[in-house]
């Protein structure tokens, strides 16, 4: 009788075996993704004034005489008494030189300050370098000329 018991027994508690299932795997959902848009910095520098042509020269400052000058033309000091040869271009710069019945290359330029048009020369013989004005304020006195 313990044989049978244990026969029972044992049918009873064997588990028969199953192949093992295969658990379900997760499909990734697509998810948006944010776009970055660099927003555009606004330009910092200083706007320069369009030139426009005319007959008679060229508006190059808005608060300044039409200017008959660009870089590379040749000019004469057209005023009698000393021109005054400037640092940077402005009237509170510091002086490098005043020059009598100069010659100059017109080296760099336009600049406007001071109700004036600015232009960096360079004298014929190369002596001096630095900034004058074209003209007084209201344009009635002409500091440089055309040459020739």
């Known amino acids: 009788m313990r044989w049978i018991l244990l026969a029972i ?3 009873a508690c064997s588990v028969p ?3 093992p299932t295969p658990l379900p ?3 990734p959902t697509p998810t948006a993704m944010p776009t970055f848009t660099p927003t555009p ?4 520098s200083v706007p320069v004034p369009a030139v426009r042509a005319t007959p008679f020269g060229r508006l190059v400052c808005a608060d300044a005489p039409l200017s008959p000058f660009q870089v590379g033309d040749q000019a004469r000091q057209c005023m009698t008494e000393g021109l005054i040869v400037r640092v940077r271009p402005s009237l ?3 002086v490098i030189a005043v020059v009598r019945n100069a010659r100059f290359q017109i080296i760099g330029g336009p600049e406007c300050g001071n109700q004036r048009v600015w ?14 004005p074209e003209t007084d304020p209201g344009g009635s006195e002409r500091y440089l000329c055309p040459f020739p």
């Open 17 to 19: 075996t199953l192949p």
């Open 92 to 94: 509170r710069a510091q």
């Open 25 to 27: 795997t997760a499909t």
């Open 119 to 132: 232009w960096r020369i360079e004298t014929f013989d190369r002596s001096v370098r630095g900034w004058v």
């Open 41 to 44: 910095t606004p330009a910092t």
């Open 9 to 11: 027994f044992a049918t």
